[in-house]
């Protein structure tokens, strides 16, 4: 039997950049970092080397202008992947994003295409604090002509960035930085994943739950300790929030009456308000519970680990919200957030992964 | 036209019979616009024609320009389809877009018109981008991004102009310094230095031209665009012009103070128009038959097109929804 | 008795900018167009000549920095008001704003205040397009640490902008093109309007509904013809938008078992996505029906008035969505569209005031 | 101190001592950030504290900086207090920010040190608004904004000098050309024309000082800030200097290859504190006694406030929501 292949997020994000650049001539990165020895966290490592730095350009600190002269490109039929190292760097480039990338192909009644995929990545780790912390996944989902994709692990993370390469229209690709450490089993070949919705991860009648990016972790984690009390959830990895689809969802919630989501972006205003407003419109009559969230509180996010451990929700936190809207007796409720906070303190609250050696 | 030699007389008749074509279809959109027909925004280049029929002279067809809010006359000098045009200003199905851009979105894949924005600097980088493509194939296109002086302030201008030179991209950044952007005149928004110490800041040449000599401009153009096409890089050309109407719609403005009836008198004594057509006639290439034919053809051209334009079916609001994901 | 003083939104944004340059020598205004002769839509009309160019600055057209440059000014005790004449021209200072001035407040643990205005004109009118006609209100709503207000009238035009100056926080202040033209008392006196969220504009029992902007005018019109057929509605002038508070909402929804939401944005990730589940979330018991939701359809403005007409919903399709909702039957729900649409066609769909006389 | 004559022997050590000390301090750092308890990013200035500590000697308390991700050096020469920087970055209750920020917003307001912000040039327009407040309320006050070579690639960076310029603003824009953002050199970045052209670009002076000289340093900007004040407006200073350490972190990172191990060699044997020292004891201005003494003084300043921070209590997590809004 042939051992499962087992490569990070980070590993299967830098090999399906290999793969499109081996593929497509037309395929280029652009970004800060993208050639340097670092490698934008290892995931553009070695791309320079093999093919040359007119294909894997290193750029001046111009986000607005870079990203621009992607889209550009893109009109003329180019395939720019365009790297940001942190989500904040990108909102230099609203204007270029939501105007020219996200409308081309609208205003040019069909005749432009802008195929761009713009790699973010979501700063977590030691202390990132408020202007190199925000993962923002509810901005780069505010308008239509842009896609957004938010890979939760390896196979998807290689699958949808080859099928974000490929796609026609401009894709916002969303790492979560606590991601580039989970690691799974990928395949070799450069199978593109569709970006066509949400995947159902767990098969439950209980309690329908829709997960994003990062948190989609947590809760596995979550679900996996209330299976032991009996509640089986049925969840949903959201991997793509525009073109929001949630036909799988809704069939779900009437089925188990119960939703709840959990994102990895502020609640306020969060993806999860749409999912539960877009649910809730179309399945009142089958709803058991009202529904429910888990986000980030309404706040910055700060940089001392005291106060960053009482911003993010974890497992546990999102245990308990199932427990709730379930109705699991608040003493079960208890021991299961206790079993999955026992686990968490294993590791540092402000660290992904043992191998993490801080501060990114 | 080959950078090497001096436009033959037939090429300047076709110069001349440009930019009067693009001072018609203008005048015709002003004359016009008070039908409450065409609901979109109008930025008329009245006064401009110099600048965007020299420089896109200097262009192949397969060449890429980019444009502004005031987009009328590079698209129409680089070769844009005048009905897709109007048709487009009046918001019809056959409009370029479709419809759904209006006048400031005018854009022809087949003329090299690559697109027109109007949020100020935004096409800038578009430009470049073709540039980068253009560079990237091995090809010897150009790319030529039309903007105005206010555009000169914006950031992304800059991080253009920067990496532009830092790559030395076939582009060549054409500013028309009409001196207001919408009533601001440019001493109350810039330093005063000259326009052409931004080249140097990045490293590039300037060229400067008479904005309302279109041979000036077509000179200036042809040895960028040689320069471009060889592999030498961007260059900034700066030429100075006037726009006669007001900013947006089709009246004229001087009434509002913000510019001296004196300085608007001065260069409209300046017509690029009125004024390429003494030199022609003055150099013999050009007879008052020749260009009261050109003037005839023209406005049969205009008339033609305004009625198709009129008579063409809007989009079917159902569709409105469409095309927005490739 | 003394004769109401009417003013319209525009006038109504007029005075106060007076007044407050008046009252207070830290105030001033920067913007393109703030001191040209049409001075912003006759919003700053006249105020270069009183207060002179230092006090209303006209602007280069650079958008992030005269933003940062006024968020630096605020930082050391200055009152900028800054003002774009598009929603979108301010795509370009999204990092000044997110990053800047929503956060120096928090990350100064509260030691920084940065009381600034940014005033944002959304267009509409004759085929503004895709890049001069969107509101993007969801856009401005994201980030904690900024304020959105969203004037529907002049007498809260002028109230809330008075009372956004005086705020020693970042304040969006979204003025919906349309809204300029309404007229209205208001009074001469610098009252400044509390910025604290929803305000009851009609009293009913029926069903709860929440309007922003521009679309609170369609929905009164709603209301008042489905009066007429016997349905009372509970009309909320949503007024903030950050902080968002929906106490008195759902005080409504708990009586009246109702719930729509009508906003100026896209309905994807729109306000009424938040108000909607917070709503449900909290009132699910109370609830009698799905909540609804009227906002903009999936794809950008274009500017053709024969597609502009099928984007923009307006009092007619309110109305059906409230009768909807009550249950009103068809026919008398076809009758109440069928009058304000009549009434609506005695205007052309694309102008909002028979003065209007286009572009802008 | 005085713009007008030579600095004293007691200023020359004081320059010296503002070295030393931020030497000495961002090696504590180093030396113990492997302890993971300072649990956010640094980015280390050790090689270039003759720009920070001649620039702000020039300045006066009431005057305002703003800094970047790597703003120890300037926040400690502005005057910031070291023990609310050291609790910040441990993430203390008792850090400037609370320890909301970390290392990278380092700020205090009685000091002048008005922001540090971590997105590259964000802090720049910052600087310039303060100067603005300094004009509007008619007072002499001066802002710098401190600024990397990256910086100058950003558009903000561009509108800020153009303002500045057009409004004859009181601030100093202080490049410290370090050659490198990140790890990418800046002949990959920019094209090749010197730094001060940028200057002409805006319609300002450039001035151009060794940075590893704090007296070059300190001359040039008083003679900056000196214009300023004045009201002569803006001036763009570009200082050349070297990061010794990693772009984050604590480390050496030569071994990456990025740079040559003999181009930091080079620039290491130009350290900005040593050769300062030998200097002032040429000059007989400072002995090693007194060089000893301050070190020791230093010492333990430092360790009283490593000792400060660590002891520090962490804020309560309940208080993360608090002060979001005034
Ligand atoms: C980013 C942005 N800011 C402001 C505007 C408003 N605006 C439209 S045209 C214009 C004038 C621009 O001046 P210039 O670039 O000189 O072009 P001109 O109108 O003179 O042709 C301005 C400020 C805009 N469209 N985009
Ligand atoms: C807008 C933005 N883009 C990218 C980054 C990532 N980044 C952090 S520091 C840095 C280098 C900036 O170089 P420079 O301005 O020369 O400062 P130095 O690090 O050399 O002091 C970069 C690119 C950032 N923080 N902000
Ligand atoms: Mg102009
Ligand atoms: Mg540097």
């Known amino acids: 039997m042939r051992e499962p292949r087992v490569l990070t997020a980070a590993e299967a994000i830098l090999e399906a950049q290999d793969q499109a650049l081996a593929a497509d001539p037309a395929v280029f990165l652009m970004g800060e970092g993208a050639a340097d020895p ?10 320079v080397d093999k093919y040359g730095p007119a294909r894997v350009m290193e750029m001046p600190v111009s986000e607005n202008g870079f990203t621009g002269i992607a889209v550009g490109a893109a009109l003329m039929g180019r395939r720019p992947v365009v790297i940001h190292q942190r989500v904040e760097f990108c909102l230099l480039a609203m204007e270029q994003l939501f105007g020219n990338a996200a409308k081309a192909h609208y205003v040019s009644d069909g005749r432009h295409r802008a195929p761009l995929v713009v790699r973010l990545v979501a700063g977590r780790g030691w202390g990132q604090g408020p202007q190199h912390g925000q993962v923002l996944e509810n901005l780069f989902a505010l308008v239509p002509g842009l896609k957004l994709v938010l890979p939760a692990g390896p196979a998807d993370a290689k699958g949808m960035l080859l ?52 948190m989609t972790l947590e809760t596995r984690h979550a679900a996996a300790a209330l299976a032991a009390e009996g509640v089986a959830v049925d969840l949903f990895d959201l991997r793509v929030a525009r073109p929001l689809v949630t036909d799988a969802i809704q069939e779900s919630v009437r089925r188990t009456g119960r939703l709840l989501v959990v994102d990895t972006g502020w609640k306020t205003f969060g993806l999860g308000a749409e999912i539960v407003a877009r649910v809730t419109e179309s399945c009142f009559a089958d709803m058991a519970a009202p529904p429910r969230r888990v986000g980030l509180p309404d706040h910055p996010t700060p940089s001392s680990r005291a106060l960053a451990e009482a911003y993010y929700p974890r497992a546990e936190h999102v245990a308990g919200a199932i427990g709730a809207l379930v109705g699991l007796p608040d003493a079960r409720v208890a021991a299961v957030h206790a079993t999955l906070a026992a686990e968490r303190r294993q590791v540092p609250l402000d660290i992904p992964h043992p191998s993490f050696k801080g501060p990114f | 036209m080959n950078p090497a030699r001096e436009p033959s007389d037939q090429e300047l008749r076709d110069l001349y019979r440009a930019m009067l074509r693009i001072r018609l279809i203008e ?154 952007s919408v009533y601001t005149p440019l001493d109350q928004r810039q330093p005063a230095r000259p326009l052409a110490a931004l080249a140097a800041a990045h490293g590039m040449p300037a ?63 300046r017509d690029p128009v009125a004024a390429f057509a003494a030199r022609l006639s003055e150099l013999g290439a050009m007879t008052d038959t020749d260009s009261d034919a050109m003037a005839g053809a023209i406005g049969a051209e205009i008339d033609a097109a305004f009625g198709f334009a ?17």
């Open chain 1, 38 to 47: 670092k490698g934008i966290f290892g995931t553009t490592a070695g791309l």
């Open chain 2, 207 to 269: 060229l400067e031209a008479d904005g309302n000599d279109v041979l000036a401009v077509l000179k200036a153009t042809k040895e960028a665009v040689a320069d471009a096409r060889a592999g030498a890089g961007p260059t900034l050309i700066v030429a100075e012009t006037y726009r006669w109407r007001e900013h947006c719609g089709p009246n004229y403005d001087n009434d509002l103070g913000y510019r001296t009836e004196d300085e608007f008198l001065a260069w409209k004594a």
């Open chain 2, 27 to 180: 005048e015709e959109i002003a004359a016009r616009y008070a039908e409450q027909e065409m609901r979109c925004p109008v930025h008329l280049s009245v006064g401009q024609e110099a600048a965007a029929v020299g420089a896109c002279a200097a262009l192949r067809p397969a060449d890429q320009i980019t444009s502004s809010h005031r987009c009328h006359g590079h698209y129409l000098a680089k070769g844009g389809d005048l009905r897709a045009m109007l048709a487009e200003i009046y918001g019809k199905a056959a409009g370029c877009c479709g419809g759904r851009g209006g006048s400031m979105h005018l854009f022809d894949p087949d003329a090299g018109v690559l697109a027109s924005v109007p949020i100020v600097a935004s096409s800038v980088p578009l430009a470049v981008g073709a540039a980068l493509a253009f560079q990237q194939r091995a090809e010897d296109g150009v790319a030529v991004a039309f903007l105005g002086d206010g555009s000169l302030e914006e950031g992304v201008t800059h991080e253009s102009l920067n990496f532009a030179s830092r790559f030395h991209l076939p582009v060549v950044f054409f500013v028309e310094n009409n001196f207001f």
């Open chain 1, 163 to 214: 099928a974000a390469i490929a796609d026609d229209n401009p894709v916002i690709f969303l790492e979560h930085r606590w991601v580039h450490y989970v690691s799974g089993e990928v395949p070799e070949a450069p199978l593109p994943a569709p970006l066509d919705g949400p995947r159902r991860i767990l098969a439950g009648g209980d309690v329908t739950v829709v997960a994003a990016s990062y």
């Open chain 2, 310 to 326: 009129k008579a063409a079916p809007f989009p079917d609001g159902a569709t409105a929804a469409e095309r927005v994901y490739a």
